[in-house]
T-cell receptor, first 113, second 116 residues
């Protein structure tokens, strides 16, 4: 089955790095995603990684994928107060259910000045 | 493009009343999704459509919930009768099967429903 788990809270100081972790259960996942939700808004795609990749870097964001352990992480370098939001990990599995993403519970990131 | 448009943004109603939430997907998108977000259960997929046809409605909680997509530019999610436990933020999202085929979802801003 499909299940995605994340820790619920993370608090960091401005300028530090943030690392948000996620585990998933479906080994047939084709894509894994990180979405960001700011207060009062919908989810917005931050970045994604294809399952045959180990790492992807995009400016301040680094995604690491460990397929053996089914572990995904998002590192935000030089975290700013504007990065305070809820971050969702999601997986898309293959097969006939195209487009069906399974989301984690979300990690609330709080950045202190 | 204006993005995914949802209405109303906020709805407060009394138990037993009918609630209709509306969504206009991004033009040209083939897929439309309805999600529900609560503190207790996180983000749950209720139903999704492909080319206006419902593909998977296994997440619809009860018969009180129904969704329609009469054309490519409009969808509704209806709750009748509503109950306090239906209070949540309901998100509509759309996507497309072209290009890089990543399955990225584009979310609306959500409809916050409060049932008293």
């Amino acid at each position: 089955g499909e299940d995605v788990e994340q820790s619920l809270f993370l608090s960091v100081r401005e300028g530090d790095s943030s690392v948000i972790n996620c585990t998933y259960t479906d080994s047939s996942s084709t894509y894994l995603y990180w979405y960001k939700q700011e207060p009062g808004a919908g989810l917005q795609l931050l970045t994604y990684i294809f399952s045959n990749m180990d790492m992807k870097q995009d400016q301040r964001l680094t995604v690491l994928l460990n397929k053996k352990d089914k572990h995904l992480s998002l590192r935000i370098a030089d975290t700013q107060t504007g990065d305070s939001a809820i971050y969702f990990c999601a997986e898309k599995t293959g097969g006939t259910s195209y487009g069906k993403l399974t989301f984690g519970q979300g990690t609330i990131l709080t950045v202190h000045p | 493009d204006a993005g995914v448009i949802q209405s109303p943004r906020h709805e407060v109603t009394e138990m037993g009343q009918e609630v209709t939430l509306r969504c206009k997907p991004i033009s040209g998108h083939d897929y439309l999704f309805w999600y529900r977000q609560t503190m207790m259960r996180g983000l749950e997929l209720l139903i999704y459509f492909n080319n206006n046809v419902p593909i998977d409605d296994s997440g619809m909680p009860e018969d009180r919930f129904s969704a329609k997509m009469p054309n490519a530019s409009f969808s509704t999610l209806k709750i009748q009768p509503s109950e306090p436990r239906d209070s949540a933020v309901y998100f509509c999202a759309s996507s497309y099967v072209r290009g890089l085929y990543t399955g990225e979802l584009f979310f609306g801003e959500g409809s916050r429903l409060t049932v008293l």
